[in-house]
């Protein structure tokens, strides 16, 4: 599930540094986790803001518009976090946001709830709100390899983001304190501002080291939302000289009947997408009482259940639609089916099925009054 931040919340999501320490050759926010970058993973997070700003170094601002164009506002940042961040709140300026929530763009797997958290600190009147987890190891001063000293850990706590502010008192902290910081809690504080600690989580990790990567990547094995959807439709024969299925135009004795063009097996796809969304169905989203869909291209239906999905940070597992009709004969055009819808959903054509059977002349397709269409689908986000 994502987030739906109340009215006036934006993100700032912070993108700009170079992040040396991780290896691999390039910065650690444009490194992978199981298909996916670390950025666009942490940008997951808070789709369902009113405004995300993502802040990016100079070099990387090519490559963030071709991923992320669109939904999130991309800026340049500063030489430090700080000017960063205040270069992203310079944006909102003006804009009619309220609260602000400042994550690092090096944390993918920051939880709904801990985001949640956040929000509801701010909500109950908490003029700022930041998640933390109190320090339980032991605390030492080191120097030349060996232990100098002992600390104490009685109210110290590990900061993580995201951190949340009013718009004003945030900006304002900014602008009387422009120096860098280690974060915006200490740019709050030193502007009197109070913060509530919230609760925060040990899979918000930030990735530092080469050795966080294995750790992330294991966290997603057993985080991943795998959602299951079915779709059936049914159409009747009528007048016409082509049926349209699966994307497909062919040549029959018969068209069939529909207020769009009646492709029964994109229909029961859709649906089956919608489904494991828990979005309705397509009726819900193109009323066949609107007259704009009269005789509609199907693929318009699946290019926007495809669409829905990925806002909500879906991939596709696998598809398969079954065609249940006497005629006409589904084998010769299959493979042009799968590559069709291939082409729609944007997975590799080994991961759709389409397949025919008949009903055993049984029912009204064995009667060959029809064709329905029965699809299944498996969505994951992780």
């Known amino acids: 599930m994502t987030i739906r931040a109340p009215a006036g919340y934006a993100a700032i999501v912070t993108a700009a540094g170079r ?9 650690k926010q444009w490194r992978e986790l ?11 997070a808070f789709a369902g803001f009113e405004r995300v700003i993502l802040v990016v170094h100079p070099d990387d601002m090519a490559r963030a518009i071709v991923d992320f164009a669109g939904p999130v506002t991309i800026i340049t940042g500063g030489e430090t976090r ?11 300026e003006g804009s009619g946001i309220t609260h602000v929530l400042i994550h690092d763009g090096a944390r993918p797997l920051v939880s709904d709830a801990v985001i949640q958290g956040v929000i509801d600190a701010l909500q109950s009147g908490a003029k700022a709100a930041a998640p933390a987890l109190p320090v339980t190891d032991a605390l030492w001063r080191g120097e030349d390899g060996h232990v100098t000293a ?4 009685d109210g110290l706590f590990r900061a993580q ?3 949340g502010f009013f718009f004003t ?8 304190h422009p120096g860098d910081a280690a974060d915006d809690v200490e740019l709050a504080l030193k502007s009197g501002i109070r913060v509530a600690i919230t609760p925060g989580s040990e899979d918000n990790l930030k990735i530092t080291w080469p050795e966080d990567f294995q750790r992330a990547e294991k966290l997603l094995e057993t985080r991943m939302d795998i959602r299951m959807g079915n779709g059936f439709d049914v159409h009747a024969f009528g007048p016409g000289d082509h049926v349209w299925l699966c994307g497909i135009r062919i040549p029959h004795e018969a068209g069939l009947v529909g207020h769009s063009d009646a492709d029964v097996g994109m229909h029961a796809l859709t649906d089956a997408i919608y489904g494991a969304l828990a ?13 704009q869909w009269k005789g509609a291209d199907s693929s318009i239906f699946l290019k926007h259940a495809v669409e829905l999905a990925s806002e909500k940070g879906f991939g596709f597992g696998n598809v398969d639609v079954t065609l249940i009709c006497e005629y006409p004969k589904i084998g010769p055009h299959a493979a042009a089916m799968q590559a069709r819808l291939a082409e729609i959903t944007g997975i590799d054509p080994d991961r759709i099925s389409v397949k025919a059977t008949t009903s055993e002349r049984l029912g009204f397709t064995g009667r060959g009054e029809g064709i329905a269409s029965i699809a299944t689908v498996a969505l994951m986000k992780g």
């Open 169 to 176: 008192q945030i900006s304002t902290a900014h602008r009387l």
């Open 279 to 291: 979005e309705g169905d397509i009726g819900r989203h193109f009323p066949p009482s609107d007259p």
């Open 150 to 153: 002992t600390a104490p850990r």
């Open 34 to 44: 199981k298909g996916r970058s670390i950025l666009a993973r942490a940008l997951d």
């Open 161 to 163: 983001t995201p951190q």
């Open 82 to 92: 700080a000017a960063s961040v205040r270069a992203a709140l310079d944006t909102l």
């Open 19 to 27: 992040g040396n320490r991780a290896g691999g050759g390039i910065p």
